[in-house]
């Protein structure tokens, strides 16, 4: 791996993908990750991301959610999949336990609540 690469991901908290791969995460072929984009990296290894995908910039993917620790003593865990041929727009958040299908397009600022069927396109907050 290239040092300058990894030292600029360390000096901007960030982890490369290379390294969250060796954390356990799973990428198939043709991975674009774009600037900024956060990869759970306290859970990465319930992250799995099929072949051709790409990720705009700023896009978070949570498998973790402790805003639900305070109020139901419990914080939600689950599995984030994503299948081949999926594009995520800029900004958007994949909260945890979601299913993404293939061929599915996710447009920019959206929060995704919900697994999302195989060809399709979903927008919005």
């Known amino acids: 791996m290239n040092w300058i ?5 360390r000096l901007r908290g960030e982890y490369t993908t ?9 990428v198939g072929k043709n991975f674009k990750r774009l ?3 956060i990869l759970d990296p306290s859970h990465c ?18 498998c973790h959610d402790a ?8 914080t939600k865990i689950g599995r984030v999949t994503i299948g081949n041929n999926v ?11 979601i299913n993404i299908g293939n061929n599915v397009i ?5 929060t995704v609540t919900h697994d999302v069927p ?8």
Request: aromatic residues 8%; hydrophobic residues 45%.
């Open 106 to 110: 996710i447009g920019a600022n959206s």
């Open 35 to 37: 600037n900024g984009v």
């Open 87 to 97: 594009f995520i727009g800029a900004e958007s958040v994949v909260l945890p336990g």
């Open 45 to 62: 290894w319930l992250i799995e991301i099929g072949d051709n995908v790409t990720m705009a910039p700023r896009v978070h993917i949570l």
């Open 18 to 26: 290379e390294e969250l791969i060796e954390m356990g995460m799973t």
């Open 5 to 9: 690469k990894k030292f600029v991901y």
């Open 67 to 74: 805003s639900t620790k305070q109020f139901l003593e419990y």
């Open 118 to 125: 195989d060809n399709s396109v979903v927008i919005g907050s």
